[in-house]
Nanobody, 125 residues
Framework: QVQLVESGGGLVQAGGSLRLSCAAS????????MGWFRQAPGKEREFVAA????????YYADSVNGRFTISRDNAKNTVYLRMNSLKPEDTAVYYC??????????????????WGQGTQVTVSS
């Protein structure tokens, strides 16, 4: 009932920047948080950042805090992830997700009901 489409991934050298977009459509009225997760080959999916539709409060994983910025445009139903100072360890498939969750639940992938297909980010050294 909720469709999420990521875009903006690509190949970038270490120290470079990328901006990811997540366009949401469908019945998103019950979505409270939007989040970005990432998954590298052979590793579990991990939390990157989240934002509230209402108020725009943001939350970041320690590994990206200070380098990544999540934002949203409510009128466009779009969430963005600006990634600066990229490192090779940032290489992963990045997923946009939506959840109707409260408190610290945004940290856990199990809290999210809808997921995009992901966009590949590759950072070369």
């Amino acid at each position: 009932q909720v469709q999420l489409v990521e875009s903006g991934g690509g190949l970038v050298q270490a120290g470079g920047s990328l901006r990811l977009s997540c366009a949401a459509s469908g019945r998103i009225f019950n979505s409270y948080n939007m989040g970005w997760f990432r998954q590298a080959p052979g590793k579990e999916r991990e939390f990157v950042a989240a934002i509230r539709w209402s108020g725009g409060s943001t939350y970041y994983a320690d590994s990206v805090n200070g380098r990544f910025t999540i934002s949203r445009d409510n009128a466009k139903n779009t969430v963005y992830l600006r990634m600066n100072s990229l490192k090779p360890e940032d290489t992963a498939v990045y997923y946009c997700a939506s959840c109707a969750c409260y408190g610290l639940a945004y940290l856990y992938e199990s809290s999210y009901d809808y997921w995009g297909q992901g966009t590949q980010v590759t950072v070369s050294s």
